[in-house]
C-alpha cells in the first residue's frame, strides 16, 4: 500500500554514536535491497545494497541487515558523522517478468540528524 | 562525467500548461526511469524504458507521457498541468541486467498553480 503522511520517522544522535535506521518492506517476491541517502535539494545516493541470498552485507561505515522471514531491513552507520545527516530510504525491486532491476519500490524514508 | 543531467532544475506553470521535463545520461546505460516525490513520502515509479525502443508504466502514470528518444535520452511530458502534479521529479539509470543500481539526477522541483 502507498504511505500516507507529511511527517517522517526521525532519528536523532550525537556525532560519534552509531545510528541504526530501519525499514519495514512489502513484496515477498523482492530479492534485491538497496539504501539511499538523500541530502536537501538533491537525488538519492546509493549507499550500500543486498541481495536476498544474504542476511548481511557491510561496506564502509555502514551494515545492512536483512531478515527475510519479517520482511525487514535495517541500516547501521557507525560513529555518525554530522555529513551523515540526510533522509535514508530503503528501497526494493525484484526481476519479475525480466522488468530489470530499476523499478524500485521505495520506504517511506527516515530523516537522520546527527549534532554535533 | 555528469552521470545523470536533468533540466530545468525548476518550473512553475500554469494550470493546463503542457512541458517536457529532459533527461540525459552518460554512463552507457540500458534503462532509464522516472519518479516523482511528494513530500514526507519515497519516491514513485512514473514511467520506465527497460531498453531503447520500450517503454512502459510505472505506479502513477496518469497525466504524463514519455518519449526514449534514444539510448542516451528519456523525457517526461505533461499535457496538461494539475495541481496534483505539483512535486520533485527525478529521473534515474540502471545499467539493467541483474543487481544492478539506479543513479539519480538531481531532480526537477514542478510546481503547477
Known amino acids: 500500500g502507498e504511505s500516507v503522511g507529511l511527517h517522517l520517522p526521525t532519528l536523532s544522535v550525537q556525532e560519534g554514536d552509531n545510528s541504526i535506521i530501519n525499514c519495514a518492506y512489502s513484496?515477498?517476491?523482492?530479492?534485491?535491497f538497496i539504501w539511499y541517502k538523500q541530502e536537501s535539494g538533491k537525488g538519492p545516493q546509493f549507499i550500500i545494497d543486498i541481495r536476498s541470498n544474504m542476511d548481511k552485507r557491510q561496506g564502509q561505515r555502514v551494515t545492512v541487515l536483512l531478515n527475510k522471514t519479517v520482511k525487514h531491513l535495517s541500516l547501521q552507520i557507525a560513529a555518525t558523522q554530522p555529513g551523515d545527516s540526510a533522509v535514508y530510504f530503503c528501497a526494493e525491486t525484484s526481476n519479475a517478468g525480466g522488468t530489470s532491476y530499476g523499478k524500485l519500490t521505495f520506504g517511506q524514508g527516515t530523516i537522520l540528524t546527527v549534532h554535533p | 562525467n555528469a552521470g545523470v543531467t536533468q533540466t530545468p532544475k525548476f518550473q512553475v506553470l500554469k494550470t493546463g500548461q503542457s512541458m517536457t521535463l529532459q533527461c540525459a545520461q552518460d554512463m552507457n546505460h540500458n534503462s532509464m526511469y522516472w519518479y516523482r516525490q511528494d513530500p514526507g513520502m519515497g519516491l514513485r515509479l512514473i514511467y520506465y524504458?527497460?531498453?531503447?525502443?520500450?517503454?512502459d508504466k510505472g505506479e502513477v502514470p496518469n497525466g504524463y507521457n514519455v518519449s526514449r528518444l534514444n539510448k542516451r535520452e528519456f523525457s517526461l511530458r505533461l499535457e496538461s498541468a494539475a495541481p496534483s502534479q505539483t512535486s520533485v521529479y527525478f529521473c534515474?539509470?540502471?545499467?539493467?541486467?541483474?543487481?544492478?543500481?539506479?543513479?539519480f539526477g538531481q531532480g526537477t522541483r514542478l510546481t503547477v498553480v
Open positions: 524504458s527497460a531498453s531503447e525502443g520500450t517503454t
Open positions: 534515474a539509470s540502471t545499467l539493467g541486467g541483474v543487481y544492478t543500481e539506479a543513479f
Open positions: 513484496n515477498s517476491a523482492s530479492d534485491y
